[in-house]
């Protein structure tokens, strides 16, 4: 198991930024996919960006393309996100998630099987 810990979320206006953070521990994070989710109120929880090991491959929701970016530093154990450009649908609560097996890469939500508590991302109009 690997233990994820989010932080970096907070109160913007629209058009502003924030940088999530994603510290894990536990298992060897330098082996696994990551992905970032939000969830907001009274819908299902989405994928937002997912990574592979290495960091080349890459993945965004097309509501996000372009404004977030995700990256990973194996050396210390944390994946990013950063997202510019927020909008107020961006709202929701975002959490980081490993994947369950190192054997490939996945978007798929049931493929994630270790989660943060999750970030409040608060975009004002």
């Known amino acids: 198991q690997v233990q994820l810990v989010e932080s970096g979320g907070g109160l913007v206006q629209t058009g502003g930024s924030l940088r999530l953070s994603c510290a894990a521990s536990?298992?060897?994070?330098?082996?696994?996919?990551m992905g970032w989710f939000r969830q907001a109120p009274g819908k299902e929880r989405e994928l937002v960006a997912a990574i592979n090991w290495s960091g080349v491959r890459r993945n965004y929701a097309d509501s996000v393309k372009g404004r977030f970016t995700i990256s990973r530093d194996n050396a210390k154990n944390t994946v990013y996100l950063q997202m510019n450009s927020l909008k107020y649908e961006d709202t929701a609560v975002y959490y980081c998630a490993a994947a369950k097996s190192s054997s490939y890469y996945t978007t798929d939500i049931a493929d994630f099987g270790s989660w943060g508590q999750g970030t409040q991302v608060t975009v004002s109009s």
């Open positions: 536990g298992r060897t994070f330098g082996s696994y996919a």
